[in-house]
Nanobody, 123 residues
Framework: QVQLVESGGGVVQSGASLRLSCVASGLTFSRYAMGWFRQAPGKEREFVAVISWIGLSTYYADFVKDRFNISRDNPKNTLYLEMNNLQPEDTAVYYC????????????????WGQGTQVTVSS
């Protein structure tokens, strides 16, 4: 059974930083492109960032604006999202996901999803 478990969310003030983690089990982690998505109240889920199998390629949504960094540690089956200079508009539930390719992840069609971790940024 595949599980993706996110952690690291919380309540922070504007300008703060957080690092999200996603631990994967039940799959060969190094064979999946991994991504982060978010969903704010009343809005659709949107793509945030994606990283290739061994981390050589990364892509970000435009609104990231060099504030976020996605990385992975394959021996630890863990995906990370370093978020800096957080703003109130970054408030959302953040999800990690696993897909067969960068394209499937960016296209919001990954194979597996985590349950999400809440990030709340106050002004």
């Amino acid at each position: 059974q595949v599980q993706l478990v996110e952690s690291g969310g919380g309540v922070v003030q504007s300008g703060a930083s957080l690092r999200l983690s996603c631990v994967a089990s039940g799959l060969t982690f190094s064979r999946y492109a991994m991504g982060w998505f978010r969903q704010a109240p009343g809005k659709e889920r949107e793509f945030v960032a994606v990283i290739s199998w061994i981390g050589l390629s990364t892509y970000y949504a435009d609104f990231v604006k060099d504030r976020f960094n996605i990385s992975r540690d394959n021996p630890k089956n863990t995906l990370y999202l370093e978020m800096n200079n957080l703003q109130p508009e970054d408030t959302a539930v953040y999800y990690c996901a696993a897909g067969s390719s960068i394209q499937t992840v960016q296209g919001l069609a990954p194979k597996y999803w985590g349950q999400g971790t809440q990030v709340t940024v106050s002004s």
